[in-house]
């Protein structure tokens, strides 16, 4: 195992917890919170929380209707929050779409291209519908969010799905690259880090074939983005979404992001109020992008509360999160590969991984070790994390996920190791 070079916890985590009441609770079992179930959904800092709440205190009115002043002001904090995560991920303001989460951007796209006409509504062109004799290429370590939606795209219009598959370390087998991605190839759909294995995907290699054979890439990127720096450009995707909640943000608003040309071109997944330019009784026309794809009264103070994260995260500075957070993945990697009996289920090195670390443990269920975790204050995931395809790849039933994030201390790593040496013991006894 790789532990050279490893760098030290670069935040000050005890400062920072004060951001954080809840890891402060005790739960009913006695013990001190020790959350380790980010890849779910991360806990708020006061500051994110007290954006959203000032929003509804002082500028609450439905964004971009109404002329006065109130109006006025709820649009300018949802525009201003655009623009923050615009400058997150190397984007422009127009490119990014705000939705529910990574999984309505996700289906936004893979609606768009089932649906694409030659006047979308807003008289633009450039996307053909996909159909029969159409290839979709997805990755045997997809979240369902970014495979369900493209299994009823091919089921709706008759084109081929196929995949990559694992390599038994847990990374994407491309030997076959070329093959898989060929000229009958309309889109590559892969997570750039996937929320089970850690693995982070070569995702340039992957785009420059795509873009080669005139596919379109798009990017579950909902456990990168809040862990480390991204730039859209030089992922070199097409589209890419990922939600506000995994990143200190409000649950209910997410983001995708479009190169611009595309986003012109496809037609909106929900259609309404609000995105659109002229009404006829017999017809109507579309706004131009990000407008046209956020139909009805919009989620303004979860926006808000998102620009606030970001702004948190700025702060922190998204190297000093990646180190940060491989300080703690190189510790937790040591300390369960030592355990007899336990076998990580990924990448056992820091090489082009990141902070989501599962394991099983042998004779002991998933479910029992986290019933065990969870009695010691020690919060997990347990099951197939919404990936069943990888457990069914390792011949497994489920798997105990770990996974780390801003405000967790290596003393909560050993606390993990201790904890799953405790659930061996318990149940050997």
């Not at 709706?156 to 898989?180: M, P, Q, S, V």
Request: proline share 5%; with cysteine.
């Amino acid at each position: 195992m790789r532990t050279q070079g490893v760098p030290t916890v670069a935040i000050d985590v005890d400062k920072l917890r004060d951001d954080f009441p809840i890891l402060q609770r005790t739960m009913d079992s006695g013990a001190r919170l020790v959350y380790l179930d980010s890849g779910a959904t991360t806990h708020k800092p006061l500051q994110v929380l007290d954006a959203e709440r000032d929003f509804y205190l002082t500028r609450n009115a439905a964004v971009h209707r109404g002329a006065h002043q109130l109006a006025q002001e709820a649009t300018e904090a949802y525009e201003d929050a655009r623009h923050t995560v615009a400058g997150f991920i190397g984007a422009a303001d127009d490119e990014i779409v705000f939705t529910k989460n990574a999984t309505e951007g996700i289906n936004v796209v893979a609606y768009g291209l089932g649906n694409a006409l030659a006047d979308n509504g807003g008289g633009d062109t450039g996307i053909s519908p996909i159909g029969p004799g159409d290839k979709i290429v997805v990755t045997e370590m997809e979240h369902h969010a970014n495979l369900v939606p493209w299994q009823q795209l091919a089921a709706r219009t008759g084109a081929k799905l196929d995949w990559f598959r694992l390599t038994d370390e847990g990374r994407l087998d491309l030997d076959d690259l070329d093959r898989l991605v060929d000229e009958s190839t309309r889109v590559v759909a892969v997570s750039h880090q996937s929320n089970v294995l850690g693995t982070i995907n070569p995702l340039r290699t992957i785009a420059d074939r795509a873009h080669a054979v005139g596919a379109y890439l798009v990017v579950d990127a909902a456990q990168s983005v809040p862990h480390r720096p991204v730039d859209v450009t030089a992922l070199g995707a097409d589209f890419l979404a990922f939600s506000g909640h995994k990143m200190l943000g409000p649950s209910g608003v997410g983001v995708l992001w479009g190169r611009r040309e595309l986003l012109t071109a496809l037609p909106p997944f929900l259609t309404g109020g609000s995105m659109i330019e002229v009404v006829e009784m017999d017809h109507s026309t579309f706004l131009p992008p990000p407008q046209r794809f956020e139909a009805g009264v919009p989620m303004a103070a979860q926006a808000v509360g998102l620009g606030a994260a970001v702004h948190y995260l700025q702060a922190l500075g998204m190297d000093e999160v990646a180190a940060h957070e491989d300080a703690l993945t190189a510790r937790a990697l040591e300390l369960l590969g030592e355990i007899p009996g336990v076998r990580i289920i990924g990448p056992r090195d820091l090489t082009d991984r990141g902070s989501a670390v599962s394991f099983t443990v042998d004779g002991v269920h998933p479910h029992d070790v986290g019933q065990v975790l969870d009695e010691r204050g020690i919060a997990v995931r347990v099951g197939h994390h919404c990936a069943r395809p990888i457990v069914r790849r390792f011949g497994i039933p489920a798997t105990t996920r770990a996974t780390f994030y801003v405000y967790n201390t290596l003393g909560e790593v050993d606390a993990l190791a201790n904890g799953v040496r405790a659930a061996q013991a318990y149940f050997r006894s």
